[in-house]
């Protein structure tokens, strides 16, 4: 007899996503995914006067077609698809959503980033509240597999292809088709919606595509889905394919084994919930900011401003010669001068902190002249070994003092979770000037119980904005 062939790495994934079981789920780790589910909500609907927003609410709404899926925030319904591109691209706009964390150092992606995706196939289909957490903790498994498996930025892949090739797999289930056809579904993902980072260098501004990008890749995720489970074939061992051409640009150890791990462990509860809209390593450098700023100093009363922090948050885009200029609301969320200066100036970093561009007053110029940024070697070991992303922020006063601030991990990291008080003061301000104050307890209370259709269905109805 001939000897059995060994599963591809999409068919361990999908039997992986097809298996999983509510009631096999570990209770912590549903308790994040209900937390998550209700953080991405808010994040969305804070995005949903964004001029990304609007541009891409409308281009859905003209399109038509089908009444599948809601665009939240509003009642409007649309093919599943469309509700995909519109609420992935708002879920991801102001980058306030949560990111998967490594116990190293390393870069990830946004796991939320193929939610939308997901809740517009189970109001779609009808499916239970049950079945729709089971596919998000599905998919942030997947999600955290192939980013341990797989460097997608040392091969100029944006962390966005991660998205792109779990979500028609997750997918693939949520619309009743079968593993095979799962697989075939992340194989023409693969071909198809692999997303190159064009947008995150540092000499380069950051445009509008930045958020945008991950609707689109909802939008061809649920296309290959559906064309797969109506028999269209593509090749079973895409990942391989991609790990060995692609592998030898990475610096980083391939490591398929990850995938393997499937089921062995779970790396849901290792997502970030992060406290402020901005890019994951700034979130530290704000933390300290505010910390000075609850302390009573005031940007008018320092000289000189010092943050001492890894290669991420002092070099790279977030701590480029243009982070000190940012041109774009996209720019200055990934600027670690920027969300300081605005921390120190206003004692708060909301997504208001960017309306009306607030990088070209002279205030804000002023501050972030003030700022320099130092790469420490300890901190770059501490976070390749440790995953450690703190910082130490150093006010030299015009009154000759000298005030430090050490921020160990930054509040909504795995090993400084945000209490249920910071995650909803967090949505609170997210949903400042657009939604009732008790939203964002309702949103947390319905994620909480949420187990049948009609749970969904009342989640999708509660996300609407009252005021624009």
């Not at 933390?287 to 890894?310: C, S, V």
Request: glycine share 8%; proline share 5%.
């Amino acid at each position: 007899m001939g000897r059995k062939p060994l599963r591809t790495l999409a068919e361990i994934m999908a039997d992986y996503a097809f298996s999983l079981r509510y009631d096999s789920i570990p209770a912590e780790v549903m308790t994040a995914a209900r937390r998550h589910l209700a953080d991405a909500m808010a994040c969305a609907l804070g995005a949903h006067n964004t001029a990304a927003a609007h541009a891409v609410r409308r281009y859905a709404i003209e399109k038509g077609g089908c009444a599948e899926a809601t665009i939240i925030g509003t009642d409007r319904k649309v093919p599943a698809g469309l509700a995909a591109l519109v609420n992935g691209t708002m879920v991801r706009y102001l980058d306030a959503n949560d990111i998967y964390v490594f116990s190293r150092g390393g870069p990830s992606g946004h796991c939320s980033d193929g939610t939308p995706a997901l809740l517009a196939l189970a109001e779609k289909h009808g499916s239970r509240g049950e079945e729709l957490l089971t596919s998000i903790v599905a998919s942030y498994e997947l999600q955290g597999a192939l980013a341990e498996s797989f460097n997608f930025w040392d091969c100029g892949l944006h962390a966005e292809t991660n998205v792109a090739w779990v979500v028609p797999i997750v997918a693939a289930r949520l619309m009743g088709a079968t593993p095979k056809e799962a697989v075939h579904a992340c194989g023409l993902s693969v071909a198809t919606g692999t997303v190159l980072n064009t947008w995150l260098r540092p000499g380069h501004s950051v445009p509008m595509i930045k958020g945008v990008a991950v609707g689109l890749v909802l939008e061809r995720a649920l296309e290959a889905a559906e064309l797969a489970k109506l028999g269209v074939t593509a090749t079973e061992d895409a990942l391989e394919t991609v790990f060995s051409s692609l592998g030898r640009l990475s610096t980083s150890a391939i490591d398929p084994t990850c995938v393997e791990k499937l089921g062995n462990r779970w790396t849901t509860t290792r997502n970030m919930i992060k406290a402020y809209p901005a890019q994951l390593y700034t979130q530290a450098a704000i933390e300290a900011a505010l910390r000075l700023y609850r302390d009573g100093i005031r940007p008018d009363g320092i000289r000189k401003l010092t943050l001492y922090g890894n290669r991420n948050v002092c070099g790279g885009v977030q701590g480029s010669p243009e982070a000190f200029a940012p041109a774009s609301r996209e720019a200055a969320d990934h600027s670690t001068p920027y969300v300081v200066a605005m921390a120190l100036l206003r004692g708060r970093l909301t997504s208001r902190e960017y309306d009306g561009a607030p990088w070209e007053a002279p205030e804000v110029q002023a501050v972030m002249a003030k700022i320099e940024l130092h790469r420490d070697p300890e901190k770059d070991r501490a976070l390749d070994t440790e995953g450690i992303l703190g910082v130490r922020l150093v006010a030299e006063l015009a009154d000759g003092r000298v005030e430090e601030v050490i921020v160990h991990q930054p509040r909504g990291h795995p090993d400084a979770p945000l209490s249920e008080a910071e995650l909803a003061q967090k949505m609170t301000l997210l949903l400042e000037d657009l939604a009732p104050p008790d939203a964002p307890g309702r949103l947390l209370e319905l994620c909480s119980r949420l187990s049948t259709p009609e749970d969904v269905n009342e989640l999708v109805e509660a996300c609407r904005v009252t005021k624009s």
